[in-house]
């Protein structure tokens, strides 16, 4: 059985919107391992969004990260790495398709930094990493 890490951005928190994600979750079969509600430094930050570490986008995305609460999921299933990227929908939430998280609830408020929502590892690799640094 795979696990993946969800994240739950200050926006969704914010939003009241930590139900209706897990509820996805659970609706989709998916099993909820561990949760914790944390706020995040910029160390953690750092680690984890290593990979875009220079781009544009970056240094706005964790600072949006550090702005309020965020909520941490393990989340356990046959292949939920990829079906939670898909219940996601796709990065940008103005483009991503109804029916989505992202596409139901996320919104392009012309911000730096897309207010999408959630988080999800996008490798087997990315959920050992990710799930290691918020799970310490
Ligand atoms: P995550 O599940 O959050 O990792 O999203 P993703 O895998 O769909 O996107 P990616 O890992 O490429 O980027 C991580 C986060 O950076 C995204 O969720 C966005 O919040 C932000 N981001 C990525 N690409 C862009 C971009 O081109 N512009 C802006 N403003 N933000 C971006
Ligand atoms: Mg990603």
Request: no cysteine; proline share 4%.
């Amino acid at each position: 059985i795979e696990e993946t890490l969800v994240l739950i951005k200050p926006d969704g928190v914010a939003r009241n919107l930590t139900g209706e994600i897990l509820r996805r979750i659970e609706a989709k079969g998916y099993s909820l391992v561990d949760l914790r509600m944390l706020q995040a430094d910029r160390d953690l930050l750092a680690a984890h969004y290593a990979e875009h570490e220079g781009k544009p986008f970056y240094e706005p995305l964790v600072e949006f990260m550090q702005s309020g609460p965020v909520v941490a999921v393990r989340v356990a299933g046959n292949r939920v790495i990829e079906g939670f990227r898909v219940l996601a929908g796709t990065t940008d939430p103005t483009t991503a398709a109804p029916g989505t998280i992202r596409g139901d609830f996320g919104r392009d408020w012309g911000l730096k930094v897309q207010q999408n929502l959630v988080h999800g590892s996008d490798s087997v690799e990315s959920a050992e990493r990710e799930l290691a640094l918020w799970f310490a």
